[in-house]
């Protein structure tokens, strides 16, 4: 079962940041917050992943609680582009297998 | 583009045939993940294969099997095929297996069973 919980979709105008926010609250102390985006029937594309301290990279940055009960996914300017699924996924720690579930629908409107 | 490579990209077959679908990790990754995308549903894990051996088993049914080869690529068998398994199949490489690897997905192959 996915142990995540994520708001079903969100708007969010071309050029603005979107914040896709993600609750884990029964995640372990070493399990990672992963999360990936999938563009209509494309291969899940990974985009960054942390434990407890808030990451960035050229995509993204991701701010975790310092409970690390939840999560914000932050595109910093989006595009079109962006308009996928995006699946916030916490990384079990008993196969290091990825729970998937339903994601957020994003859509980014000119 | 994500250098996990999957083919066929696209097949359709009967009901009750056998298909392969084939899968090469990225350079230097050593574990594959299967996984299975039905229409607007989640990926379903399927299996993980590490440096040739099997490590985790997810929902496959037994009709479907899987190997990892010497040179790292993975086939994933399906047999005595039904209507129910026309999906979209993923297949995944990582370096190692533990939960720092990020997982990388392949394009995947469509299949249709008619």
């Known amino acids: 079962d996915a142990k995540t919980t994520q708001p079903t979709s969100m708007d969010c105008a071309e050029g603005r940041a979107a914040n896709l926010p993600c609750n884990h609250s029964t995640i372990s102390g070493n399990e990672y917050v992963y999360w990936y985006r999938q563009i209509h029937s494309q291969g899940p594309q990974y985009i960054i992943h942390g434990l407890k301290n808030n990451e960035t990279n050229e995509m993204a940055s991701l701010i975790i609680t310092e409970d690390r009960k939840s999560s914000t996914l932050i595109l910093p300017h989006a595009t079109l582009r962006d308009t996928a699924v995006y699946y916030c996924?916490?990384?079990?720690?008993?196969?290091?297998?990825?729970?998937w579930g339903a994601g957020t629908k994003l859509i980014i409107k000119p | 583009d994500s250098g996990v490579t999957q083919t066929p990209k696209h097949l359709i077959t009967a009901t009750g045939q056998r298909v392969t679908l084939r899968c090469s990790p990225r350079s230097g990754d050593l574990s594959v993940y299967w996984y299975q995308q039905s229409l607007d549903q989640g990926l379903q894990f399927l299996i993980q294969y590490y440096n040739g051996e099997e490590r985790a088993k997810g929902n496959i049914l037994e009709r479907f099997s899987a190997q990892q080869f010497p040179d790292l690529h993975s086939e994933l068998n399906l047999s005595s095929l039904e209507l129910g398994d026309s999906a979209l199949y993923f297949c995944?490489?990582?370096?190692?297996?533990?939960?720092?690897?990020?997982?990388?997905f392949g394009e995947g192959s469509w299949l249709t069973v008619v």
């Open positions: 996924i916490v990384r079990i720690d008993s196969n290091y297998q990825l729970i």
């Open positions: 995944a490489s990582s370096r190692e297996q533990g939960l720092r690897n990020t997982i990388y």
